[in-house]
T-cell receptor
Framework: GESVGLHLPTLSVQEGDNSIINCAYS??????FIWYKQESGKGPQFIID?????DKRQGQRVTVLLNKTVKHLSLQIAATQPGDSAVYFC????????????FGSGTRLSIRP | DTEVTQTPKHLVMGMTNKKSLKCEQH?????MYWYKQKAKKPPELMFV???????INESVPSRFSPECPNSSLLNLHLHALQPEDSALYLC?????????????FGPGTRLTVL
């Protein structure tokens, strides 16, 4: 079956620098994408989403970029803080049936002081 | 209240036991979900309830039996589990009915099957 995958399983970033987490998806029919953050001992937490009719969406300190041509998604975190340490999952679904979300394999983000 | 609660936090059970996991939300959400998450893996969807009716079953073995007694509660009944069923079981909810799509997750129940 088709799945969502990530380029890097781990990412280490200096505190204060920007982080970029990448994701590749293979289901060309997917039209809704979500980034989740999962801290140790907690469930995933919604960060930001984007629909396929957009190529960029900004939130507070986070930006999601979508490149449908190469089926690529990225999450940019500005001025990374120790509290950003977590595993980040991208996920894909169909907006019309967004109950069924397929998660990517995840990237662990660690922050160097 | 924007929280999904799950009980118990941890559960250890034998392969012949019967136990239940519970999930509760008071956000007025009409869609509720069960996910299974193995260590260092992403969550995998198991079941979806929409307006208290089972709408998606991802070919989950019958030893897992979901139940939605009302719009705020979701249970997962466990019977004759195998050691490979040991995992973090996550509950989530969303508005449902074509509304806001964001899923809110609980902290999960860490299940160990001996």
């Amino acid at each position: 079956g088709e799945s969502v995958g990530l380029h890097l399983p781990t990412l280490s970033v200096q505190e204060g620098d920007n982080s970029i987490i990448n994701c590749a998806y293979s289901n060309s029919a997917s039209d809704y994408f979500i980034w989740y953050k999962q801290e140790s001992g907690k469930g995933p937490q919604f960060i930001i989403d984007i629909r396929s009719n957009m190529d960029k969406r900004q939130g507070q300190r986070v930006t999601v970029l979508l490149n449908k041509t190469v089926k690529h998604l990225s999450l940019q975190i500005a001025a990374t803080q120790p509290g950003d340490s977590a595993v980040y999952f991208c996920a894909e679904t169909l907006y019309s049936s967004a109950s069924k979300i397929i998660f990517g394999s995840g990237t662990r983000l660690s922050i160097r002081p | 209240d924007t929280e999904v609660t799950q009980t118990p936090k941890h559960l250890v059970m034998g392969m012949t036991n019967k136990k239940s996991l519970k999930c509760e939300q008071h956000m007025g959400h009409r869609a509720m979900y069960w996910y299974k998450q193995k260590a260092k893996k992403p969550p995998e969807l198991m079941f979806v309830y929409s307006y208290e009716k089972l709408s998606i079953n991802e070919s989950v073995p019958s030893r897992f039996s979901p139940e939605c007694p009302n719009s705020s509660l979701l249970n997962l009944h466990l019977h004759a589990l195998q050691p490979e069923d040991s995992a973090l079981y996550l509950c989530a909810s969303s508005q449902g009915g074509g509304g806001v799509l964001e899923q809110f997750f609980g902290p999960g129940t860490r299940l160990t099957v001996l």
